[in-house]
């Protein structure tokens, strides 16, 4: 064989072996990643969300005790 061809055959295989390893690694890490974008988007949701406040115990609501009328002028 001649030089030129081994070092082709060399880093073609050294090509096929990073491709296939990332191939495998990024399969392995994707359900990872997933769940890291869930919980990234569960803390951005929770900040928008509006957090109401239970009402202080004895408050009433206040309600007009009679309704608005019109009066004429």
């Given at each position: 064989?001649?030089t030129e061809?081994e070092?082709a055959?060399v880093?073609?295989?050294?090509?096929?072996?990073?491709?296939?390893?990332?191939?495998?690694?990024s399969?392995?890490?994707r359900p990872?990643?997933?769940a890291?974008?869930?919980?990234?988007?569960?803390?951005?949701?929770?900040?928008?969300?509006?957090?109401?406040?239970p009402a202080?115990?004895?408050?009433?609501?206040h309600r007009?005790?009679?309704?608005?009328?019109l009066h004429?002028?």
């Open positions: 064989m001649s061809l070092i055959l880093l073609g295989s050294a090509l096929l072996w990073m491709a296939v390893t990332l191939t495998i690694l399969a392995i890490d990872e990643r997933k890291r974008r869930q919980e990234r988007r569960e803390i951005r949701t929770a900040k928008r969300r509006v957090h109401y406040r202080v115990a004895g408050s009433r609501v007009h005790s009679h309704p608005r009328r004429p002028h």
